[in-house]
């Protein structure tokens, strides 16, 4: 069965302060890695990672997937109060590209 | 058009209510998913429809009950649901040839009295 395991649980920060994010992986026929942001409702695109080594970057925002370890981590530096959410990781799996999602993690900055 | 609509926001209703949920996308998109998200646990899928058809069914008790009626419609009927059924509603979508990437709608907050 895959299973994808996100940590911390949570994390409290001030603004200015660099967070990094991690997700594990275990899944058959590995594709591709997912990042999505949940603030009240919907969890919005972030990053599509498919490539070991390779950061994707969106301003402050960056992400990197390791496939011989099985797991990427989410940076985000210059932390603002905006940047309070979850933060879902998930995987495709089967042919109809159904997501599995890790478990989140649920960032609060502090002003 | 670059978003997916659900409708409503919010929805109250009884355990012998029969009621429906609405999305709606215009990006083209030809697959189209159903998450229930509980809180503090991230979003489970539901239904999967593709080309209009249902292609997943992830083991969802009949009282919830898709419906796709053309490409950019996706229903969700409710039927005799149970308290523990109140949760957020989230439907997405995903473009063909953009495999991975997965665009939600807001959500519909149910709740179940």
């Known amino acids: 069965e895959d299973k994808v395991v996100q940590s911390p649980l949570s994390l409290v920060v001030h603004e200015g302060d660099t967070v990094t994010l991690n997700c594990s992986y275990e899944v058959t026929n590995f594709r591709s890695l997912l990042w999505y942001k949940q603030e009240k409702k919907a969890p919005t695109f972030l990053f599509m990672l498919t490539s070991s080594g390779i950061e994707k970057k969106s301003g402050r925002l960056s992400s990197i997937l390791d496939k011989k370890e099985l797991f990427s981590i989410l940076n985000i530096t210059a932390t603002q109060t905006g940047d309070s959410a979850i933060y879902l990781c998930?995987?495709?799996?089967?042919?109809?590209?159904?997501?599995?999602f890790g478990g989140g993690t649920r960032l609060m900055v502090k002003p | 058009d670059t978003e997916v609509t659900q409708t409503p926001k919010h929805l109250v209703m009884g355990m012998t209510n029969k009621k429906s949920l609405k999305c709606e996308q215009h990006?083209?998109?030809?697959?189209m998913y159903w998450y229930k998200q509980k809180a503090k646990k991230p979003p489970e899928l539901m239904f999967v429809?593709?080309?209009?058809?249902?292609?997943i069914n992830e083991s969802v008790p009949s009282r919830f009950s898709p419906e796709c009626p053309n490409s950019s419609l996706l229903n969700l009927h409710l039927h005799a649901l149970q308290p523990e059924d109140s949760a957020l509603y989230l439907c997405?979508?995903?473009?063909?040839?953009?495999?991975?990437?997965?665009?939600f709608g807001p959500g519909t907050r149910l709740t179940v009295t």
């Open positions: 997405a979508s995903r473009a063909p040839g953009r495999d991975y990437e997965q665009y």
């Open positions: 990006m083209g998109h030809r697959a």
């Open positions: 998930a995987v495709p799996r089967g042919a109809g590209n159904m997501l599995t």
């Open positions: 429809y593709s080309y209009e058809k249902l292609s």
